[in-house]
Nanobody, 118 residues
Framework: QVQLVESGGGLVQAGGSLRLSCAASGRIGRINDMGWYRQAPGKQRELVAVITSGGITNYADSVKGRFTISRDNAKNQVFLQMNSLKPEDTAVYYC????????????WGRGTQVTVSS
């Protein structure tokens, strides 16, 4: 089993910045893709950004140019730097990691709340 713990959420004014962190622990063989998702009230969970073990990134159109995903493979951590935050970025942000070699499983964190005030 792999456990993911997010941190760094909070309340920020529009235009501000936050940095989210997620640390993986437990029985880790190999962490493959890591990513951030978010879910706003009344909406479905959506992809924010994902990064492969080799550092290839992909972003939702709504956050391109404002958010940056990065990772520390040695520490099994993933980060999300969020700049120029907008009220519509308000959501619970979840970390996801894909772990394994031949058999691969997805693991989720419990989420961290990000609230952007206007």
């Amino acid at each position: 089993q792999v456990q993911l713990v997010e941190s760094g959420g909070g309340l920020v004014q529009a235009g501000g910045s936050l940095r989210l962190s997620c640390a993986a622990s437990g029985r880790i063989g190999r962490i493959n893709d890591m990513g951030w998702y978010r879910q706003a009230p009344g909406k479905q969970r959506e992809l924010v950004a994902v990064i492969t073990s080799g550092g290839i990134t992909n972003y939702a159109d709504s956050v391109k140019g404002r958010f940056t995903i990065s990772r520390d493979n040695a520490k099994n951590q993933v980060f999300l730097q969020m700049n120029s935050l907008k009220p519509e970025d308000t959501a619970v942000y979840y970390c996801k990691a894909n772990e394994g070699w031949v058999r691969r499983d997805d693991y989720w964190g419990r989420g961290t709340q990000v609230t952007v005030s206007s």
